[in-house]
C-alpha cells in the first residue's frame, strides 16, 4: 500500500483536485490511502472565525461561514459533481454554523471548540475529493477520527500509538479489500471519548506518517506544490537542483538552518519504520522528487545543499573572576530569562560561552547589557551559512570541507567557524554582506 498525503495548496482548488485524480489515475494497480489537508487557507480561516465569533455579530459570523461553504460548493459545481457531494458539504456547513454560533451564545472559544471548527476544513476536501476520485475509480471515504486516537490535550493532541495502530488495521485495513482508494483527513483525530482533536498546525503530514507506519505502507508520498528539497533557495539560486535522496538527519539539518519543504520530526514515525518518504509536486507530477530515508546514501560524501540563515546574533560571554561561581550555563539561563529567547545554537569553551540567535541585533542587544556588569559580553550581527552533507566525517568528504574552508576565507577575512565538522553540517558566521557570494561559490561545489 502507498500513502499519498496532498497538501493544502494541491487541493486548493478544482484545478488542483483534477491533478490529484490523474495521479490518483497513474497509480492504478496500487492500494493507495490518500491523507488530504484542508484546502489551502481554509484552516487559518476557520480558527480564526472560531475566535472571532466570540464577539462578532450574527451577521458578520454567518456570512464568513457562507463564505467558507461557499468557496467548497464551487469547487463542486466546477468539477461537474453530483448534488450529493454538495449536501454533504453543506452538512458539514450546518455543523460549522451551530459550533460557531454556540461560541458567540456562550461568549468563549475552547481548544475544544477550536478543535471541531478546525476539522471541518478537512472534512470538506476529503468529501470534494471522494466526489470527484469516485465517479472514476473505487475508492471509499473514511473518517479518520475513527482510528487517530490522541490523548486529550487540545490543540495539538499527541497521538496514542497503540490504540491507532490497533484501530487503523481493523477498521481501515480492510477497507482495501473491496476497494483500491481510500480517502481520508491528515490533521485530525478523536479522543477517548470520541471527541474531535488535531494534531497541531501542519499536521497533515504528521498523519500520513502514522498510517504509514500503523499499516506498514511501501512508501509514503508528499504530494507539494514544490518539486522536493532543494540544493539552495531556488529564489536566490534560480538553478538550484532538487536533491535525489537524503537521509533524516540531513533532512533535519536543513529544516534546523531554515528549509521550509517540510518539518522532518512529523515524518519521523514512517523512517523509524524503514518506509522511504517522497517529497513530490502535483503540479509537476513526473519530477522525481526528494526520497527520505533513515539512513539516506551510506556512500554518498561532500557538500549536497548550502542554506544562509540572516540575520543572526552571536553574543559572546566571557564570565570574569567575580563571576565565575556563576556558572555559564546560569548565565545562558539569565538570558533566556531576561529575552524570552533560545539560542539556536550554543557551544561552551572554558568559561566562554557563544551564543547564536535567530534575531537581529536589535533585538536582543538590551538584554546582553544586563549581563554587563559582571561578564564581559560581545555582540554582533552576522549571516550563519550552513553546508548540508551525507557525512563530513568520511574521508572522502575531505576536499569538500577544506573547499569550504577557503571559499569562507576568500570571501570574509574574519569569519567565526564554530561548530567543527559535525556529521551533517559545517557552518560558519560570516558579515552579511559576503553571504551571496558565498553561497554562491559553495553551491557550485555542491554534488
Ligand atoms: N490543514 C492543517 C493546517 O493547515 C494541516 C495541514 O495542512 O497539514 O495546519
Ligand atoms: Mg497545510
New binding site residues.
Given amino acids: 500500500m502507498i500513502v499519498m498525503k496532498f497538501?493544502?495548496t494541491s487541493v486548493q482548488d478544482a484545478n488542483a483536485m483534477r491533478n490529484v485524480l490523474s495521479i490518483a489515475q497513474e497509480y492504478s494497480g496500487h492500494k493507495i490511502l490518500i491523507v488530504s489537508?484542508?484546502c489551502s487557507g481554509?484552516?487559518?480561516e476557520l480558527l480564526s472565525i472560531a475566535s472571532d465569533s466570540v464577539y462578532l455579530n450574527d451577521e458578520d459570523r454567518i456570512h464568513r461561514i457562507q463564505e467558507i461553504i461557499k468557496r467548497h460548493i464551487d469547487i463542486c459545481n466546477e468539477l461537474g459533481l453530483e448534488q450529493g457531494t454538495v449536501k454533504q458539504i453543506e452538512e458539514i456547513g450546518s455543523h460549522l454554523l451551530s459550533y460557531c454560533e454556540g461560541i458567540a451564545l456562550l461568549g468563549e472559544c475552547t481548544d475544544r471548540s477550536q478543535d471541531a471548527i478546525?476539522s471541518c476544513?478537512?472534512l470538506f476536501s476529503t468529501i470534494i475529493l471522494t466526489g470527484l476520485l469516485g465517479s472514476h475509480l473505487n475508492l471509499q471515504w473514511f473518517d479518520a477520527r475513527t482510528s487517530m486516537k490522541t490523548h486529550d490535550l487540545h490543540p495539538g493532541s499527541q497521538v496514542n500509538m497503540e490504540q491507532t495502530s490497533l484501530l487503523s488495521n481493523q477498521l481501515l485495513k480492510p477497507l482495501f479489500e473491496q476497494c483500491d482508494i481510500v480517502v481520508t483527513q491528515?490533521?485530525i483525530g478523536s479522543d477517548d471519548d470520541n471527541r474531535t482533536t488535531t494534531l497541531g498546525?501542519?499536521?497533515?503530514?504528521y498523519s500520513a506518517a502514522i498510517f504509514g507506519a500503523v499499516l506498514e505502507a511501501e512508501e509514503i508520498i508528499i504530494w507539494t506544490d514544490v518539486s522536493g528539497i532543494a540544493s539552495a533557495d531556488p529564489r536566490v539560486i534560480p538553478h538550484a537542483r532538487y536533491l535525489e535522496c537524503m537521509s533524516f538527519d540531513e533532512a533535519r539539518m536543513l529544516s534546523f538552518f531554515g528549509a521550509k519543504v517540510l518539518h522532518p520530526e512529523t515524518i519521523l514515525p514512517a523512517l523509524q519504520k524503514d518506509i522511504p518518504v517522497h517529497v513530490r509536486n502535483t503540479f509537476k507530477a513526473s519530477d522525481r522528487g526528494t526520497t527520505i530515508t533513515r539512513m539516506g546514501d551510506e556512500t554518498a560524501y561532500g557538500m549536497r545543499s548550502v542554506i544562509v540563515r540572516k540575520p543572526v546574533s552571536f553574543v559572546q560571554v566571557r564570565a570574569t573572576q567575580v563571576s565565575n561561581e556563576h556558572s555559564m550555563s546560569e548565565l545562558m539561563k539569565e538570558l533566556e530569562q531576561l529575552s524570552g529567547l533560545k539560542p539556536m545554537i550554543s557551544v561552551m569553551i572554558d568559561a566562554s560561552i557563544g551564543l547564536i540567535y535567530d534575531v537581529s541585533v536589535s533585538k536582543i542587544e538590551e538584554y546582553v547589557k544586563h549581563l554587563e556588569e559582571d561578564n564581559n559580553a560581545e555582540i554582533g550581527e552576522y549571516a550563519l551559512i550552513s553546508a548540508i552533507g551525507p557525512n563530513f566525517r568520511n574521508t572522502n568528504s575531505k576536499e569538500a570541507v577544506k573547499k569550504f574552508h577557503e571559499i569562507i576565507y576568500g570571501n570574509d577575512e574574519s569569519p567565526i567557524m564554530f561548530s567543527g565538522i559535525q556529521k551533517n553540517t559545517i557552518s560558519a558566521l560570516v558579515d552579511s554582506v559576503h553571504a551571496e557570494n558565498i553561497l554562491k561559490e559553495i553551491h557550485a561545489q555542491c554534488t
Fill in positions: 497538501g493544502g489537508s484542508a481554509i484552516t487559518s478546525a476544513g478537512e491528515g490533521f498546525r501542519g499536521g497533515s503530514d
